[in-house]
C-alpha cells in the first residue's frame, strides 16, 4: 500500500523487461500523476494487461490484494509500447486486477472515448522532438535520443489544461512563504499559468495552463 504524487515531471526512455508499466508501475494505493509528460517508455511483458507508459495494479505480487487508484491530470501519454496490449490506449495506459482510473484533461494516444466529459482526446501533442533509440534501434546505448518533449507552437496541448487541477506548491518551489498556492511553475522553471495570446482557451479555468510538463 502506498502513495505515490507525480507532479510536473518527464519519464522517457525507460524500460521494464517482465514487469508491466514501463513508465509507472503502481500496486495497491492511490498513484496521482498531474501534469507530466510519458513518451517512449517501454515493457517487455506480453501479458495483455501490461501498459507500457502507466500501469495500476490491484495485487502486491504476494498474493494479497486491494484498492488502487490511478488519478491523471493534464498529463500527455505518447508512444509509450507494450507488446501484449491489445489496443494502442492500453500500451498508454492500463489496469488490472480491479484497478480503476480517473484521467481527464490528459492527451493519451489512442484514448477511445470522443466527446470525454473529462476533456481527455488521442490528439497528438506535436512535441518538439520525439525519443529515438537511434539508428542501432536500441534502447540503452550511447545513441539513444531522449527527445525534447516541450510543445511545438502549433500544439493542441498549449492552453488546454485545467488551471484548478494545479496542485499545491507544497514544497514552496518559488521560496514565497506560501506552500498552499497552486504550484506557480512547471518542469523547466517557466511560469505554469501563462496565456499564449495566439492560442484558444479551451481548458478549464483562468488564466489557462498546458498539459503536460512544459508551459
Known amino acids: 500500500n502506498a502513495t505515490l504524487n ?3 515531471s518527464v519519464f522517457v ?3 521494464s523487461t517482465t514487469n508491466p508499466g514501463g ?7 492511490t498513484a496521482t500523476i498531474s501534469g507530466c509528460t510519458f513518451g517512449a ?4 511483458s506480453t501479458t495483455a494487461n501490461a501498459g507500457g507508459g502507466v500501469m495500476a495494479d490491484g495485487t502486491d505480487g504476494s498474493g494479497g ?4 487508484t490511478l488519478v491523471v491530470r493534464n498529463s500527455l501519454v505518447w508512444a509509450n509500447t507494450a507488446p501484449g496490449a491489445p489496443t494502442i490506449e492500453e500500451r498508454q495506459i492500463d489496469l488490472k486486477s480491479g484497478a480503476t482510473k480517473v484521467v481527464s484533461f490528459s492527451q493519451v494516444e489512442g484514448w477511445s472515448i470522443t466527446a470525454d466529459p ?3 482526446n488521442a490528439l497528438n501533442p506535436t512535441f518538439i522532438r520525439l525519443p529515438s533509440p537511434g539508428v542501432d534501434t536500441t534502447w540503452g546505448t550511447v545513441d539513444d535520443d531522449y527527445g525534447d518533449l516541450r510543445l511545438s507552437a502549433n500544439s493542441p496541448a498549449i492552453d488546454s489544461g485545467d488551471s484548478l487541477a494545479v496542485p499545491a506548491d507544497t514544497f514552496d518551489i518559488d521560496n514565497d512563504g506560501n506552500t498552499t498556492e497552486a504550484l506557480p511553475s512547471d518542469l523547466a522553471g517557466n511560469p505554469r499559468f501563462y496565456d499564449d495570446p495566439s492560442r484558444a482557451n479551451t481548458g478549464n479555468g483562468t ?3 498546458d498539459r503536460g510538463a512544459y508551459e
Open 13 to 15: 526512455g525507460n524500460r
Open 6 to 8: 507525480a507532479v510536473n
Open 41 to 44: 517508455n517501454a515493457t517487455g
Open 118 to 120: 473529462l476533456a481527455n
Open 65 to 68: 490484494s486491494g484498492a488502487a
Open 23 to 29: 513508465g509507472v508501475f503502481a500496486r495497491i494505493g
Open 207 to 209: 488564466p489557462p495552463v
